[in-house]
């Protein structure tokens, strides 16, 4: 039956009954009085989510990468110095965004597997006497090798450094899903999107803006209109967007911010972490090992895993696909044909990830990987049974 089983792929992720139904709703005028009442209480209840109560929360019809190119239009001029570490797809790719939008890349280069090094941070900003770096840029969750960062300790650099750069993190795979202080790390935009930790669609860019980014705004010169944070937030304020908003969207993220609240964040970010460990004492027992070079660098949303030598992860991901009609994400850039990866994020249970664990061990056994069927399974089955079971908001 097609769209029975879950998605075992980091983005988008699967999306519950209760969500589906909330966003199945008959037209609403976007300008009609009332939607106020309900547009109001999202931005304001999303900024639990993002760790802050003097930011403003910003969403734009767009993935996580209109959230980028809000961050770098908003708050930066052509010609701007700006740095960021290199260590995965993502990172990679908001570097190509910032240079085509005309901005200076300082890139710390990192070896895939590792994540953003705060001391070589610091370093570079002592070194910048004349705060030519206007900005720092981290990926708080490096999707494509499964490695977090620290952004506590990037923070730190920066403030050793006395340097007044801003900080744009990118929180795509991690907000909502992990643990996520925007204040207390000093984040002047941090960008999720809908099709994570939120269990939306994909369509809705959702910024946490500082004062400080929003500040910056006034003198910043690169190029926008649809992604202007200034023009959103004014008519934000006012009840509604400058342009047609997704109501759908923001309907179904009333009702995802309603099902974190239920579960509570501690409680979320605490299911995340279980169901993280049991893939990984699956990855374990297969006698394999993560490309997140050490525990601390460990994600709790996405397992990057390396095949053995002789063995194509995109062949595996093709296999379960084809044959049990399970999606598991690829090995991207560096990863590619090395690497294959497992999503635990969103609207996803222990139970859940049990199924995906026996799908790709079949799928191994199948093209003879050197793996004996079961032990995985059999890992994580003892690591979920201990303990008390954690369960989701009911659907």
Not at 48 to 75: D, H, R, Y
Request: hydrophobic residues 45%; contains cysteine.
């Amino acid at each position: 039956m097609n769209g029975q089983n879950p998605v075992f792929i980091p983005g988008p992720t699967n999306i519950p009954d209760r969500l589906r139904l909330a966003m199945a709703a008959q037209t609403w005028d976007h300008r009609a009085p009332d939607f106020v009442d309900v547009f109001h209480p999202i931005l304001e209840d999303a900024k639990q989510v993002f760790g802050t109560t003097k930011g403003k929360v910003i969403t734009f019809p767009a993935s996580g990468t209109g959230g980028w190119e809000a961050a770098v239009t908003n708050c930066l001029n052509p010609g701007d110095t700006v740095l960021i570490s290199r260590y995965g797809m993502f990172s990679h790719k908001w570097i190509l965004l910032c240079q085509d939008h005309g901005l200076n890349v300082e890139i710390i280069e990192a070896e895939w597997g590792e994540g953003a090094q705060a001391d070589r941070f610091e370093a570079a900003l002592t070194a910048d006497k004349s705060h030519r770096i206007k900005a720092v840029l981290a990926t708080h969750n490096e999707t494509a090798t499964g490695v977090r960062s620290d952004i506590g300790a990037i923070r730190a650099a920066i403030d050793a450094s006395d340097h007044p750069a801003m900080l744009f993190v990118d929180g795509v795979s991690s907000i909502g899903s992990m643990p996520f202080e925007m204040d207390a790390w000093g984040v002047d935009v941090a960008v999720a999107g809908s099709q994570k930790g939120f269990m939306l669609p994909t369509g809705m860019a959702i910024c946490g803006v500082s004062e400080k980014a929003l500040a910056a705004c006034d003198a910043a010169a690169c190029t926008r209109s649809f992604f202007d944070f200034k023009q959103m937030a004014a008519a934000n304020a006012g009840g509604g967007y400058p342009y047609t908003p997704p109501v759908n969207l923001l309907l179904g993220l009333r009702e995802s911010l309603d099902m974190l609240t239920a579960e509570g964040l501690d409680n979320v970010y605490a299911r995340h972490a279980r169901l993280a460990e049991g893939v990984r004492r699956a990855v374990s027992a297969w006698g394999m090992s993560l490309v997140a070079k050490r525990p601390e660098l460990y994600s709790e949303t996405v397992s990057a895993i390396y095949v053995p030598e002789g063995f194509d992860s995109d062949a595996l991901t093709n296999h379960a696909y084809d044959t049990y009609g399970v999606s598991f994400g690829v090995g991207l850039g560096e990863m590619a044909g090395k690497a294959f990866r497992i999503g635990h994020l969103g609207s996803l249970t222990p139970t859940m990830a049990l199924s995906g664990l026996a799908t790709i061990e079949m799928c191994m056994a199948d093209l003879n990987y050197p793996i004996e069927l079961g032990a995985g399974v059999a890992a994580a089955q003892e690591y979920y049974r201990t303990g008390a079971p954690l369960a989701m908001a009911a659907e």
